[in-house]
């Protein structure tokens, strides 16, 4: 299939399958006229990318992810240890963040309420 089939079947742009494949993610073959060709197992690429990237991983990060990652049943597992511990650094990391805009919300919340009682 061309670039444009696995748009349609992806739900993602042209645009960021090209940048895909410029980081590495992706590699189709080429046709002598220089098209990209696409297979099913670049479709299910692209589903893995797209569930790394909800998860908050950077494409670099996902560069180094998936090849430590298989597809149980459309259940992405971690096959390399290495790679747990990365992802659990990174949960804490997102853990950490969502408490200090938590932190950030409580103190908008008491300057709200001082200026409603104020007013």
Known sequence: MRIGE???RTGVSE???RY???QGLLRPQRR???YRVYGDADV???RRIRVLLAAGLTLAQIVAALPCMVDDDGLLLPSCP?????LV???DRIGEAIGELEATRANL??????ERRAG
Request: charged letters at 35%; aromatic letters at 4%.
């Open 20 to 22: 895909y494949e410029e």
């Open 6 to 8: 696995l748009s349609r």
């Open 82 to 86: 290495e790679l747990v511990d990365e």
């Open 15 to 17: 645009r960021a399958l």
């Open 109 to 114: 919340d008491t300057i709200i309420a001082a």
């Open 44 to 46: 299910a690429a692209v």
């Open 32 to 34: 002598p006229s220089g």
């Open 89 to 91: 650094k990174h949960r």
